[in-house]
């Protein structure tokens, strides 16, 4: 047990590793992804694809296993990443009012606009 217990700390990290790539991964493809859109839906391609290379020094901090790097961007975590999420939040709502979401009050699109996304 004490074995166990003792190797769980570099498991943990392993499996953040892990989680952190998958996290970078997914969001580069949602920035690919929307990054043929036209006007208000491009918001989110540049947002996410700026995150992605907001975080790649820290990824190869982390492979390298050196803090240098980390130094330089901790103002992402209390600046960067509220603010990408409040842009992408707002989109997010816009985007919902306009297809006729569970938004109160919001405008409901012609038919041919919602077939379009289904």
Known sequence: MRTAIEAFPGIG??????FVLAFLLGT???GLAFLGSRGADRVPSVV????????????AGTIAGTDA???????MGPYFQPAARAVIGVWLW???A???GAVPG?????????TRLS
């Open 69 to 75: 790097l980390d130094r330089l961007l901790q103002w």
């Open 28 to 30: 580069l493809c949602y």
């Open 106 to 114: 919001a405008p409901v699109p012609a038919e041919g606009i919602r």
């Open 48 to 59: 996410f694809l700026l995150w992605f290379a907001l975080s790649l020094p820290g990824l």
């Open 13 to 18: 990290s392993g499996l953040f590793f892990l």
């Open 98 to 100: 306009f297809y006729g």
């Open 94 to 96: 816009k985007r919902a």
